[in-house]
């Protein structure tokens, strides 16, 4: 079945910078990989997401890429702001009918002020 | 329109005892899906439904654990004699379809604390 590794595990930046974290999959069949955040306490939601007949997806400040080839998938957060810090989850689901999404073990993301 | 909700927010149960946890999904989504998030951890797959259908019962830890939606709506997940073990947060995620990379929709999920 499909496995999903993310790093890094935390990841510390000041205000401004980029962030960038990484995630690799095995399933060669999956072609849909969406990422979501999840405050303290609250729901993931999903963020963005990006189809494996696309490399890379923008949407503001936020970016992902895809290399189907090397199996593994990026975010990008650009300009960090204090209300980026959360944890991240990307996740990955096969094409096939009601196949549940398979996370990663998540990214702490802190960004300082 | 209102969101995933599920209910309780919060349970603390006794090792032994019986839960049971409720999602409402939001109206019209044919796809539920029931996941474990251990602390630290990501959301883990248990159970999948198509309306009343449990076509994925692939990842239920054991038999202890239960799920249903009887009339393609609201669900619940059961969980028998309680182990400590089982101490998590139970997320709900419904989607509008059956077709892959619909977006699924998280609920708050109940955290579940097995003393």
């Known amino acids: 079945g499909e496995n999903v590794e993310q790093h890094p595990s935390t990841l510390s930046v000041q205000e401004g910078d980029s962030a960038v974290i990484k995630c690799t999959y095995s399933?060669?069949?999956?072609?849909?990989f969406p990422w979501y955040k999840q405050e303290l306490g609250k729901r993931p939601q999903l963020i963005i997401d990006?189809?494996?007949?696309?490399g890379e997806k923008k949407d503001q400040r936020i970016a992902v890429t895809l290399n189907k080839t090397a199996k593994h998938f990026s975010l990008h957060i650009t300009e960090t702001q204090p209300e980026d810090s959360a944890v991240y989850f990307c996740?990955?689901?096969?094409?096939?009918?009601?196949?549940?999404?398979?996370f990663g073990k998540g990214t702490t993301l802190s960004v300082s002020s | 329109g209102a969101g995933v909700s599920q209910s309780p927010r919060y349970k603390v149960a006794k090792r032994g005892q019986d839960v049971a946890l409720r999602c409402d999904p939001i109206?019209?989504?044919?796809?539920l899906f029931w996941y474990q998030q251990a602390l630290g951890q990501g959301p883990e797959f248990l159970t999948y439904?198509?309306?009343?259908?449990?076509?994925?019962k692939s990842g239920l830890p054991s038999d202890r654990f239960f799920a249903e939606r009887p009339e393609g709506s609201v669900s619940t997940l059961k969980i028998q004699r309680t182990q400590q073990e089982d101490s998590a947060v139970y997320l709900c995620?419904?989607?509008?379809?059956?077709?892959?990379?619909?977006?699924?929709?998280f609920g708050p999920g109940t955290r579940l604390t097995v003393l």
């Open positions: 995620a419904s989607s509008p379809g059956t077709r892959v990379q619909n977006e699924q929709f």
């Open positions: 399933d060669s069949a999956s072609n849909y």
């Open positions: 990006i189809r494996s007949n696309v």
């Open positions: 996740a990955a689901q096969a094409n096939q009918a009601g196949t549940a999404l398979i």
């Open positions: 109206s019209g989504h044919v796809s």
């Open positions: 439904f198509q309306n009343e259908a449990q076509l994925d």
